[in-house]
């Protein structure tokens, strides 16, 4: 900088030299009316570095450009373009360079010997744009002094407001800390409170009770609450240290539970002794009445006290409140002034985002229609496979009864007319295993048609199958059944019908494997709205929250069966409560078909 300045200032001398040789030939030009040419160009080449060749550098650089070949005469000069970069005035200023000038005097303007020709003035410029091009930015407090005050003013305000609520928050927020604590310390005094009053009722429940039916159990709580009270009175002195009043309050109270509990513990002791006349004598006496009068009338004031002090508190928590609010209040009216400026780069990008969220609702509802369809479809098709699965199994029943048990039956007849004939041991033994494994067979067929499609249920209705298929499966597993059905005259619709049978049959298959119970209890109901099923047991049960259960195949198949009928399905489960599954579906279910 310093190599920078003295450079400047030699050329600026070295331009009034060569300024003032212009003159004493303007001035002779003048006298001899004549125009001659000026001097050749080494001689202002040399005027104009003289004094500089020792300069090195950027400053022997700017004389050299000063210096350019050219015309000696400026108006001898062609009026060639300048450069068309222009610095701004507030630039120069604070460079302390005038328009017009080259060199750095400060605030004030140069003096007129200084100023420079416009040919000189480009140069000038174009060093100034050169140091502009180099010099990185800085923001320095003088550079905030150029924001105009529409921006700097709201700034300022939104600043102060900002650390004004920020001061008001934090001294509300510290406020409503310590009533938090206070008001927690006030209501853990009124629990200690209440377990003392609870010990010395105990105490006086016992004493009454011992000495009026000389019952031994009476004795137990009156021990157990002598015992606690030291330790209860020792918490309410360690809550109430700090405040006098509370303190002496709860001295006093201390005193009448010693007094009570000596008063109480000695009429135990005179029973003990088999002076039982003279302890009742004591306890009619109504000293002990009085003492619990007195202990009462302490408790109530020291509520009343605690009372009051947590009113006060709410009191103060209510005005930090409002100061919190009112300061809420108050930086968003300062605030609204800084929204307003910022409004058009919000609007703008609000329309952009409305775009956006037009194209991606109107995707999302395009993709919400196309999972409506491929659920309804899902819900349809498997709405049609279980219905499917219905009528093949009662085909595959009605089947297995008619054609299957038409040949056990024969065979089983063939077989008694066999029997009848042959008159050989060995033979008539291995025709009556050969009865035995028809029977079985006619067992197993029954089973498998009932599995497949109960014919109780086609021929006497819900309750009668429900009734006899828990008998059976309970009898099989060994658990406790307990069933509470309607005996309604109306008969169930099919569909209905089927699918409660089948809920319970899932039920029932799932407490018999994985419940590990040994209660179970069935329950049919119905209004004129609906038909209500509950199962219940009494098993491990299973967090009913876990996805892992929640869609098992099993609870999934009841879920769909009951929804496709408009029912609602619910589980209420805990892992050691059991579990109830409870079924409701509407009399008038969509699809439902007539009972046969």
Not at 150 to 168: H, R
Request: charge should be positive.
């Amino acid at each position: 900088m310093r190599s920078g300045s003295r450079s400047a200032a030699g050329c600026s001398r070295s331009k009034r030299r060569c300024s003032a040789s212009r003159l004493r030939r303007h001035s002779r030009r003048g006298k001899s009316g004549a125009s001659r040419p000026g001097p050749p160009r080494s001689a202002r080449s040399r005027c104009s570095s003289s004094r500089f060749r020792a300069s090195a550098g950027s400053s022997s650089r700017a004389c050299s450009r000063s210096s350019s070949p050219g015309p000696a005469d400026p108006e001898l000069l062609p009026r060639r373009a300048v450069p068309p970069f222009r610095i701004p005035r507030w630039r120069l200023r604070d460079r302390g360079v005038w328009p017009g000038a080259c060199i750095g005097l400060g605030r004030d303007p140069p003096p007129a010997s200084l100023r420079i020709r416009p040919a000189d003035a480009g140069h000038c410029t174009s060093m100034t744009e050169a140091e502009n091009e180099t010099a990185e930015p800085k923001l320095t407090w003088s550079a905030l002094r150029l924001l105009p005050p529409v921006i700097w003013v709201p700034l300022s305000a939104v600043l102060l407001a900002s650390l004004t609520v920020t001061g008001l928050s934090e001294w509300s927020a510290w406020r409503t800390r310590l009533s938090g604590e206070r008001v927690a310390e006030i209501l853990h005094r009124l629990d200690a409170l209440g377990d003392l009053k609870s010990l010395v009722l105990d105490v006086e429940t016992g004493e009454r009770g011992y000495l009026l039916t000389r019952d031994p159990v009476y004795l137990e709580p009156f021990v157990t609450a002598v015992k606690r009270i030291p330790e209860a009175k020792s918490v309410l002195r360690e809550l109430v240290s700090g405040a006098p009043e509370a303190e002496r309050r709860v001295e006093r109270i201390g005193e009448r539970v010693d007094q009570f509990v000596e008063n109480a513990t000695r009429m135990v002791e005179l029973h003990n002794d088999g002076r039982t006349e003279l302890a009742l004598g004591l306890l009619r006496s109504g000293a002990g009445r009085q003492l619990m009068e007195e202990f009462r009338s302490d408790i109530a004031s020291l509520e009343s006290l605690s009372q009051q002090e947590l009113t006060r508190l709410q009191r103060e928590q209510r005005a930090s409140a409002f100061w919190s609010r009112v300061s809420l209040i108050v930086m968003t009216l300062v605030s609204l002034g800084l929204l307003l400026i910022v409004t058009r780069l919000f609007v703008l990008e609000a329309v952009r985002q409305k775009a956006l969220r037009s194209a991606a609702e109107k995707e999302a509802k395009e993709l919400e229609k196309l999972v409506d369809a491929r659920t309804r479809e899902l819900s349809e098709l498997s709405t049609h496979l279980q219905e499917f699965a219905e009528k093949e199994r009662a085909e595959l029943a009605r089947n297995l009864h008619d054609e299957l048990g038409g040949l056990l039956t024969a065979a089983k007849m063939d077989l008694s007319w066999l029997q009848s004939r042959v008159e050989e041991p060995d033979l008539r033994r291995r025709l009556e295993q050969l009865g035995d494994v028809l029977d079985e067979a006619m067992d197993v067929k029954r089973r498998v048609v009932e599995d497949l499609r109960p014919s109780l249920l086609d021929h006497f209705g819900l309750p009668t199958a429900l009734r006899a298929y828990l008998d059976s499966a309970c009898a099989k597993a060994g658990l406790e059944a307990e069933l509470a059905v309607i005996d309604d005259s109306e008969p169930v619709p099919k569909d209905i019908a089927i699918a409660l049978f089948r809920v319970v049959q899932e039920g029932l298959t799932n407490v018999i494997r994985h419940a590990d119970a040994r209660h179970v209890r069935l329950e049919l109901a119905s209004d004129a709205q609906r038909y209500v099923l509950r199962l219940s047991d009494d098993g491990r049960g299973f967090d009913a929250r876990d996805p892992q259960f929640r869609w098992s195949h099993g609870l999934t198949g009841m879920r769909h069966r009951v929804r496709a009928l408009r029912g609602r399905f619910a589980i209420d489960s805990a892992p050691g409560r059991g579990t109830t599954l409870s079924v409701e579906v509407p009399r008038k279910a969509p699809g439902a078909t007539a009972a046969a």
